[in-house]
């Protein structure tokens, strides 16, 4: 197994941790998760760099990270909405975004193609990844905007996604 998929896995594995944190009362918890949130989030940038500086991009590694980005993020934002720091509207977005991307990636696989991330899915994720920081650290008016701007670019990406790849929906090509 590599150390890009060894990466991968720690940031499922640390998933659990993210979430109890968040749940349990007190500052200290709240900068715990949030340290351990970050700390899972450089997995992703890390995993994705060794891989292709090392040419050990794998099966189990494509199959892996965009699972693991999307359990992460899914789990945070939906433990932030139960503690009553994000709509749920807006989770249900981000969410709704990263399974559609999911399903259209399945369906290029299925088709032979390869759906690689963007630039602007990266910003999303980093996005994200500062809104669900600021909510957690309950930092505002940071919180609120980066909120905002996550949701834009979730939905922009995720529109952008679909253009791109509506051909493969397109029934008259077979």
Excluded: H
Excluded at 4 to 24: D, G, Q, S
Excluded at 104 to 133: C, F, H, N, S, Y
């Amino acid at each position: 197994m590599t150390l890009a998929n060894k990466l991968t896995i720690l940031r499922i594995i640390l998933i659990p941790p993210v979430v109890v944190c968040l749940m349990l009362p007190g500052q200290g918890y709240q900068w715990a998760a949030a340290a351990v949130f970050f700390a899972a989030s450089v997995t992703d940038y890390l995993d994705g760099y060794l891989s292709r500086s090392r040419n050990e991009v794998s099966r189990l590694g494509k199959l892996l990270d965009p699972m693991a980005d999307k359990l992460l993020i899914a789990a945070v934002f939906i433990t932030l909405v139960e503690l009553g720091r994000v709509a749920a509207w807006i989770v249900i977005l981000i969410v709704a975004r990263e399974l559609a991307v999911t399903g259209l990636r399945a369906v290029a696989a299925a088709e032979g193609l390869v759906v690689p991330a963007d630039t602007l899915g990266k910003w999303k994720m980093v996005a994200q990844i500062v809104a669900a920081i600021a909510l957690i650290l309950s930092l505002e008016p940071i919180a609120t905007l980066s909120v905002w701007v996550a949701a834009v670019l979730t939905v922009w990406s995720g529109v952008d996604y679909v253009r791109r790849y509506s051909f493969l929906f397109d029934e008259s090509r077979r």
